[in-house]
């Protein structure tokens, strides 16, 4: 059965020391070690780029350098030292030895007078391989968790709404919070530093409602959901919607709370106007007793659009219940559109929502439609006026647009959107979001 490989370059000035590491080498009953030799410690750095053996097996004293000039001329552009060194030094070098580890060697072996050196080389140089190998693994899997969490993080600031996670050990201490945040007119720095930054900012009514939800969150576990007032910096009053997980280790351990903030002013304010529309009707009803059945059915479809926009807010943001999968699940199918348009108003990017809300895939939208695609034509003509000045202005607020679905059918939509710019002030893209407002049209032109 033929042994796996490992290409070792010896650099040794002494023959007799070359020869002993070859034959301790070759009765290695595990591995096939396969030599190459230098004797001088330029000849070696050849070797080293050329070949780019699995492990050297360095000689500190050489005719022409020592180990520790060699370690620094064999680091690469990037300042590492691309393979694994183990350094031998005579009984007498020890803290030159240490020096080499600090240096960039993987491991020494001090050559003693018995030779005994050479009954551990073969198992030392598996052993530095493997920490090699483990070292290298550790890298890539930290790579990886670093393009993760940047891809993720991307994703989140993309979102419209403002994310967040919070501390378990001091409620209400925010650990992470979102660039959105500046939708109420503060820096994410400034609510980090403050350990009441969100309390802070509730409304006093709402502030009691709150703190319960939070400690029942915490005390059972289970997911956070209310609806409460927060103040912007210039004392506004807007509606929020506010969805929180708990994250647990893979024991079961729980690790902090991720959440997310929906701005539902509107969405409020749709509510107040159906409340509005419901107790006129009732009082129709009371007053125009000859009309009861068509009062009844006008109340009814009254009550039925306002279900269905109560329930439209239930669904506005999803929690985050992990901090990378379902960052994605809550930008796809939260009850909104989220999507960015590049200068020309081609789609770059488009949730999952306003597909199925457009009857069309992903591969027909991203990089091929304009927006003006899926308009009608009077609206196509308001949006090309309105996206001009918007790419100027950097802000669009409810334009009332009607889009004209796969089906033939058509969907009236509320768009509202933010441009993000290039450090010379350039249009690089927008960040916009959708509501759907068919149902709330229709309840206006309820007579």
């Not at 030292?81 to 803290?95: C, K, Q, R």
């Not at 969490?149 to 001091?170: C, G, M, S, W």
């Not at 034509?377 to 950097?394: I, N, V």
């Not at 669009?396 to 010379?424: F, M, P, Y």
Request: charged residues 30%.
């Amino acid at each position: 059965m033929t042994k796996p490989q490992i290409r070792v370059l010896v650099v040794e000035d002494d023959l007799v020391d070359r020869m002993a590491c070859r034959r301790a080498l070759a009765q290695d009953p595990d591995y096939e070690f396969v030599l190459s030799e230098a004797e001088t410690g330029r000849e070696g750095l050849q070797l080293a780029h050329k070949q780019k053996p699995d492990c050297v097996l360095l000689d500190y004293h050489l005719p022409d350098m020592n180990g520790l000039e060699f370690l620094a001329e064999l680091r690469n552009d990037l300042g590492e030292i691309p393979v694994p060194v183990m350094m031998l030094t005579g009984a007498d070098n020890a803290s030159v030895a240490v020096e080499a580890m600090k240096r960039g060697a993987q491991d020494y072996l001090v050559k003693d007078v018995n030779r005994q050196y050479l009954e551990l080389l073969p198992a030392v140089i598996q052993r530095v391989l493997r920490e090699r190998r483990m070292l290298m693994e550790k890298k890539q899997v930290e790579e990886n968790l670093v393009q993760a969490e940047a891809k993720y993080r991307f994703l989140v600031e993309q979102i419209p709404a403002i994310t967040y996670t919070t501390a378990l050990d001091e409620p209400g201490k925010l650990l992470y919070i979102s660039p959105q945040i500046q939708q109420l007119g503060f820096s994410p720095e400034e609510w980090l530093a403050d350990p009441d930054g969100l309390l802070k900012q509730i409304h006093p009514e709402d502030r009691a409602l709150m703190r319960a939800e939070i400690a029942r969150g915490y005390e059972s576990g289970e997911s956070l959901r209310c609806e409460y007032r927060l103040f912007t910096r210039a004392g506004e009053v807007r509606w929020f919607l506010n969805e929180a997980s708990l994250v647990r280790h893979a024991s079961g351990e729980p690790l902090f709370l991720q959440g997310v903030l929906v701005d539902i002013t509107k969405d409020k304010e749709v509510e107040a106007e159906l409340h509005l529309h419901r107790r006129r009707l009732e009082e129709m009803v009371a007053n125009r007793t000859t009309q009861f059945e068509k009062q009844t059915e006008i109340l009814k479809s009254a009550n039925t659009n306002l279900a269905n926009k109560l329930g439209a807010c239930t669904q506005a943001g999803n929690a985050l219940k992990k901090y990378a999968d379902q960052l994605a699940d809550l930008y796809h199918n939260a009850p909104c559109s989220y999507y960015s348009l590049d200068p020309d108003g081609v789609f770059i990017q488009i949730n999952d929502t306003g597909l199925n809300w457009l009857g069309r895939t992903r591969e027909e939208v991203v990089g091929k439609m304009k927006f003006t695609d899926l308009l009608t034509p009077a609206s196509g003509k308001t949006f090309l006026e309105s996206y001009q000045r918007f790419k100027e202005d950097g802000w669009l607020r409810d334009l009332q647009l009607e889009i004209a679905r796969k089906d033939g059918t058509s969907l009236s939509v509320l768009l509202n959107a933010s441009a993000i710019k290039d450090a010379a002030g350039r249009f690089v893209m927008s960040r916009s979001m959708m509501f759907d407002i068919t149902d709330s049209k229709f309840a206006e032109q309820v007579p």
